[in-house]
Each structure stands twice: as structure tokens, then as C-alpha cells.
């Protein structure tokens, strides 16, 4: 369901398919093969997310599979993308992999987003994810930890 989930998104991100458009489609195709993946994509609370990894594809079933929510997927902050935000608490999550990091350059630019969205009064929260997916109980109560401090911020 993650890659129809990604496809959709990636359909809604280019203008190639709209909501309406395909519950148009689940409409008029009732009872055809792909109809009822399609409509437990549309139906995922807070919409199909678009993600540009298997590590995003990945943390947002992690997030999902454990309740958590009110995040927004690579979303555009001060400027910057980051990979997972929680805009109202002024938290993000920035998924951290060698992959993506393999070259100098691109690692002293997320040091420098990092520090950039700190001074702007966002808590980043760094996540390596290969360790991540070793550790998922500790990956999630960090979580949901710095969810708890960043709500009693918002709070005081």
C-alpha cells in the first residue's frame, strides 16, 4: 500500500491526478481490481504523503504504526525542507542516512539547515535511519519524548 501511497502523492505533486479525479475513477470502477487500494489510500487520515525515499517511505509507517500524527511530510519551513514537521509545535525530524549524506557538501548543508531552523526557533531532531530501523521502540519513545517537550513549549 506504501508505493500506491507514494505513486498517488507523486501524482497529486506533479498535477497529474486530483482527489476528486480518482474518486471519480473509484466511483465509476466499483468492484474492479485496485479499486478498494485506492480508496484505503484516499481514505489515510491527513491524506497519501509524498515521499522521496525508501527511509521517509519507511519512518512514516513507523509514525503511522504507532499512533503517531499532526506531522506534515517534507514540508517547507523558513525557507528549508525538512522531512517530517510538526509546524504547530515547532519540531521537526530530519532523517539522517548515508545515502543522502555521502559527500561533504551535503552534509555541512544539513549542519548548516540544522543551525539555520534552530536560530529560527525549531527543535530538529536528527535521526540516523539505519539505526533507526535496528531500534524502533527507543526511535519511538525518543519521539514521542521530544513531542511531549515540544507541546509543554508551546504550552508555557
Not at 37 to 58: A, C, F, K, Y
Not at 110 to 118: E, I, P, T, Y
Amino acid at each position: 500500500m506504501y508505493e500506491l501511497e507514494a505513486l498517488v502523492a507523486e501524482a497529486h505533486f506533479r498535477r497529474r491526478a486530483r482527489e476528486p479525479e480518482l474518486r471519480d475513477q473509484l466511483a465509476r470502477n466499483a468492484g474492479r481490481p485496485g479499486v478498494c487500494p485506492l480508496r484505503e489510500v484516499l481514505e489515510i487520515d491527513g491524506g497519501p504523503q509524498r515521499t522521496r525515499s525508501g527511509g521517509e517511505r519507511w519512518f512514516l509507517r513507523l509514525l503511522r504504526e504507532s499512533g503517531v500524527q499532526g506531522f506534515e511530510v517534507n514540508a517547507t519551513i523558513f525557507g528549508w525542507e525538512v522531512d517530517f514537521l510538526w509546524r504547530d509545535l515547532g519540531f521537526c525530524i530530519e532523517l539522517d542516512g548515508w545515502d543522502g549524506h555521502s559527500s561533504r557538501a551535503a552534509f555541512e548543508k544539513d549542519r548548516r539547515k540544522w543551525a539555520d531552523l534552530s536560530v529560527r526557533g525549531l527543535t530538529v531532531m536528527p535521526v540516523a535511519t539505519r539505526s533507526a530501523q535496528r531500534n524502533k521502540g527507543e526511535t519511538i519513545r525518543q519521539v514521542a519524548e521530544m513531542l511531549c517537550q515540544a507541546k509543554s513549549r508551546r504550552a508555557a
